[in-house]
Structure formats: structure tokens, C-alpha cells
């Protein structure tokens, strides 16, 4: 059974840095699609950025892009998530996510990925 721990959030003000760490175990992740997701209180997880495994698509949601960079350390069986340029509205717990399917394509829905990590806190004041 796979298992995902994430790492890395916390407080920072608007215009900071964070960057997120998704260390698994239980199975080599570099086939699979990793994915980040967020949620923010009374709302919806969504979905944030996602890589597809063996060097595949890399996709962001609009809000994010060009401020967060997701990548993968397959040595370490890690991904993640780096997030510049934060502000206020990125506040979120920030989900690592993989996916039980091999694939070089992204999934952008909670649906695509079958195993969860616990989550980590991100709070960006303004």
C-alpha cells in the first residue's frame, strides 16, 4: 500500500516562497501520475498541478501557473511543489496525490488519483 507524506507548508506573507515535499512509500512513483491539490476552508478541493509519470505532460491550474513549479525526484520517490510569488488566496491545506494508473498524461480531478497524502497547511498573509 502505497503511502504519501507531505512536508514543507506553513506561514509566510504574501509575495513568499514555500516549497511542498510528497515523500512516498510502498511503491516507485516515477510511472505514475502525481498530482497536488488544494483546499481551502468551506470550499472544494482542487486541483493545483499535476506530472505525468516517466517525464510525461505537466499541467497547472490558471491561478497557479507561472508562480508554481511542480517536479519529481525519482531517486528520492518524491515530488514537489514549488510555490513562488504566494498570495493570500493560495491558502489552503495542499494534498499530494498519486494516481494507480501508468501514464505519461495528467489527471486534473480528484477521481484520477486512488491514494492521498495527509495534507500540509499553507497560510499566506497579506
Known amino acids: 500500500q502505497v503511502q504519501l507524506v507531505e512536508s514543507g507548508g506553513g506561514l509566510v506573507q504574501a509575495g513568499g516562497s514555500l516549497r511542498l515535499s510528497c515523500a512516498a512509500s510502498?511503491?516507485?512513483?516515477?510511472?505514475?501520475?502525481m498530482g497536488w491539490f488544494r483546499q481551502a476552508p468551506g470550499k472544494e478541493r482542487e486541483f493545483v498541478a499535476a506530472?505525468?509519470?516517466?517525464?510525461?505532460?505537466?499541467r497547472y491550474t490558471d491561478s497557479v501557473n507561472g508562480r508554481f513549479t511542480i517536479s519529481r525526484d525519482n531517486a528520492k520517490n518524491t515530488v514537489y511543489l514549488q510555490m513562488n510569488t504566494l498570495k493570500p488566496e493560495d491558502t489552503a491545506v495542499y494534498y499530494c496525490?498519486?494516481?494507480?494508473?501508468?501514464?505519461?498524461?495528467?489527471?486534473?480531478?480528484?477521481?484520477?488519483?486512488?491514494?492521498w497524502g495527509q495534507g500540509t497547511q499553507v497560510t499566506v498573509s497579506s
Open positions: 496525490a498519486v494516481s494507480s494508473i501508468v501514464s505519461r498524461a495528467v489527471f486534473t480531478t480528484t477521481s484520477g488519483y486512488s491514494n
Open positions: 510502498g511503491r516507485t512513483l516515477s510511472s505514475y501520475v
Open positions: 506530472i505525468g509519470g516517466s517525464g510525461g505532460t505537466i
